[in-house]
């Protein structure tokens, strides 16, 4: 008997499972392989593509000159704007920036969400959690000495609608730049992620992850710090408010820190970290290697926002 050919179903799925891989596996590995095309192309070789190109002036001279559309239509990597009314609560004195560094840049954030909404993004990520996966360079795949934790997809609803637009906002709202899909990630006992970056360093060949917004929803958690190890502690003892500076060198999270070195920021519930992740000319901060540490005891739920970008592209009939 002849075999069966797959359902549709199963076939619209392999599809979107297969736009990540690409994007974050497969277009890295042919720029790698063939570099000699990527440069044709930022040199302009090719009359579509923005000649001369710099990330910053892609984002902040854009005067409507150039079209940004869009190269993934999917909404489930992207979130996509569309009439869809939502409101949000007055923004106005609801948190607190204190600026880590400069360069690469690294903005603490005190109250990024409040109470109810850091309540309600783990209650509504209940039994939605699936284990995280990881892109080797061939596959996805899951792999817990690398990373342990579990994800889950939130779905748009009014609040995370509002924290969408917060992302935008804190960055300017900036042209070509897209709010990718937030995904919840649940830590418990011995859940960690090894230090690795955000961005590919695929941004000439179409789109990279320019900033992260590092939220914690939930941390009822002993250890499980966000560590940079390329990094440098600040001299200001203020910041071990924020920071594992274990002074008197006691505190399990104050040893594990120590031992990796770099800076380690503590999970606490509300507040966020925000950095940067591409210089000027499209190529990332070596100093945004970080890591998850582990879990000791308890759980942690963290959030990551990502924000997307790609280069504006010259519309037809421009020179």
Not at 6 to 35: G, N, R
Not at 146 to 173: H, I, N
Not at 188 to 210: C, E, I, K, M, P
Request: proline share 6%; glycine share 10%.
């Amino acid at each position: 008997m002849a075999p069966s050919l797959p359902k549709a179903t199963t076939l619209l799925s392999w599809f979107f499972y297969l736009i990540p891989v690409y994007l974050f596996v497969l277009a890295p590995l042919f720029q790698f392989i063939f570099p000699e095309w990527d440069n044709s192309r930022a040199a302009g070789g090719n009359n579509n593509e923005l000649g001369g190109y710099n990330y910053e002036d892609g984002i902040d001279d854009y005067e409507g000159e150039y079209s940004t559309p869009l190269h993934l239509a999917d909404d489930r990597f992207i979130s996509l704007e569309d009439d869809v009314p939502f409101e949000c609560p007055e923004q106005e004195g609801r948190y607190k920036v204190h600026i880590f560094s400069r360069v690469p840049l690294v903005i603490y954030i005190e109250g990024f969400l409040s109470e109810d909404e850091a309540e309600h993004l783990v209650r509504v990520s209940e039994g939605k959690y699936a284990p995280s996966i990881i892109y080797d360079g061939v596959s996805e795949r899951v792999d817990p000495s690398v990373r342990r934790s579990d994800r889950a997809l939130l779905d748009r609803d009014d609040v995370v609608r509002c924290l969408e637009e917060r992302a935008r906002s804190f960055q300017g709202w900036r042209p070509g730049m897209y709010i990718e899909r937030m995904w919840a990630q649940r830590y418990n006992v011995s859940g960690h992620y090894q230090n690795h970056y955000d961005w590919t360093g695929n941004l000439r060949a179409g789109g990279d992850r320019v900033s992260t917004f590092m939220v914690y929803l939930q941390a009822d958690c002993t250890g499980g710090g966000t560590n940079f190890p390329r990094m440098k502690m600040p001299r200001e003892k203020k910041w071990c408010r924020f920071l594992e500076c274990d002074e008197e060198g006691k505190g399990e999270e104050g040893h594990a820190a120590k031992e990796v070195g770099g800076v380690t920021f503590k999970p606490i519930k509300g507040n966020a970290i925000f950095w940067e992740n591409l210089r000027a000319d499209g190529t990332g901060y070596p100093e945004t290697w970080h890591a998850a540490l582990p879990v000791t005891s308890g759980s942690k739920v963290g959030l990551n926002i990502w924000s997307w970008y790609q280069p504006p592209r010259r519309t037809k009939g421009k020179n």
